[in-house]
């Protein structure tokens, strides 16, 4: 049974950072595409970013692109967003999710790992 477990989520002022992560456990997700999902209050849940199995594609919504990054550690089964120049619109739920897919989908429908989901709240 795999488990994902976000870290890292908090209250920042605009314009600051924070890095969450999330760590599998129960099968090592190696071959995985690994992602970041969030949802604010009365809204669907939505894309954020993604990384391909190998590390070498990354895919961000148009809404963070230039200010999120992603990473992955397959060595330690864990994954990282880094959240920079933070905006008030970036507080939601952020979720971390995985997938064998070959080809990356924003759909969340189509991700097969979810975790519980960790509050980012920017303060104006």
């Known amino acids: 049974q795999v488990q994902l477990v976000e870290s890292g989520g908090g209250l920042v002022q605009a314009g600051g950072s924070l890095r969450l992560s999330c760590a599998a456990s129960g099968r090592t997700l190696r071959t995985y595409t690994l992602g970041w999902f969030r949802q604010a209050p009365g809204k669907e849940r939505e894309f954020v970013a993604a990384i391909s199995w190998s590390g070498g594609d990354t895919y961000f919504a148009d809404s963070v692109k230039g200010r999120f990054t992603i990473s992955r550690d397959n060595a330690k089964n864990t994954w990282n967003l880094q959240m920079n120049r933070l905006k008030p619109e970036d507080t939601a739920v952020y979720y971390c999710?995985?997938?064998?897919?070959?080809?990356?989908?924003?759909?969340?429908?189509?991700?097969?790992?979810w975790g519980q989901g960790t509050q980012v709240t920017v303060s104006s």
């Open positions: 999710a995985a997938d064998m897919m070959i080809t990356i989908t924003a759909i969340a429908a189509s991700w097969h790992y």
